[in-house]
């Protein structure tokens, strides 16, 4: 030990923000596990056969689970989700209430992605006047949104927005609606329907976990490093007194 002197203060330090730094590293491992498994359980869903639509008020984490509808779009109550981009090309996301002929309920269809290059010009689209039937997916958003302040007797509809909460949607326009949004798979009233399941993966987790281990690593060498340096210049500094003494 006399040749490692850090000191107290560094000792302090050290002591403090090393479990810290070592703790945020395993948890961002342990955060990286977990959204392992969610994107393994999302992708099963995903890939999993569609169940009724009646069965959707009914199911506890209803997240990302395939439901196959039959009904009919509502063209008068349109919203267009701005601030969408699909290969560097601006664009909308086009949502608009369905009603399910089976169990009745209304639903937030997603119906894809347009491009909107001309803000002077409203976005094209066209919404089919007969029923039909669809699949779809339902989207649970990772964190709180903007919430939508619809007003039913509006007449700036298609409302343009940065984000929606269908809950108080149906609230405004007085309907019995599912509180998730539905997200559209390719086939009839579709348009570019590519989605992406989750903006983070796992991997990010562990980039911050190293990042984490590296910081600890590193006080830890500076504070190696700092004991055997004042050591050192203590044990010269003693040798030097001690010649002038003699």
């Known amino acids: 030990m006399k040749r490692f002197r850090p000191g107290i203060v560094p000792t302090l330090v050290v002591a403090l923000l090393l479990p810290m730094l070592v703790s945020l590293g395993f948890w961002q491992l342990s955060r990286g596990a977990e959204k392992s498994a969610l994107l393994n359980s999302y992708a099963e869903r995903r890939a999993a056969e569609p169940m009724a639509s009646t069965e959707l008020q009914n199911t506890q984490d209803p997240a990302f689970r395939r439901v196959r509808l039959h009904g009919q779009f509502d063209p008068e ?20 209430p369905f009603q399910d002929q089976a169990s009745g309920l ?6 894809g992605w347009l491009a909107w290059p001309d803000r002077r010009t409203p976005p094209q689209f066209t919404t089919p006047k007969q029923p039909l039937s669809v699949e779809a997916w339902v989207y649970v958003a ?13 007449t700036t509809w298609p409302q343009l927005v940065t984000a929606v909460e269908p809950a108080r949607l149906w609230t405004a326009l007085e309907r019995d609606g599912f ?36 910081m600890a690593f590193a006080l830890l060498g500076l504070f190696i490093y700092l004991g055997w340096h004042n050591a050192k210049e203590k044990h010269h500094g003693s040798g030097h007194e001690s010649t002038q003494h003699v």
């Open 77 to 96: 109550h349109s919203v267009l989700l701005d601030n969408r981009q699909r290969d560097g090309k601006v664009g909308v996301e086009l949502l608009q």
């Open 106 to 111: 209304w639903l937030l269809v997603n119906r």
């Open 142 to 154: 990772p964190g709180a949104t903007f919430q939508l302040h619809a007003d039913p007797n509006t």
């Open 179 to 214: 509180a998730y949004e539905l997200r559209l798979e390719n086939g009839p009233a579709a348009y570019q329907a590519d989605w992406p399941i989750v903006a983070m993966g796992a991997e990010k987790h562990i980039a911050y976990a190293v990042q984490w281990f590296a």
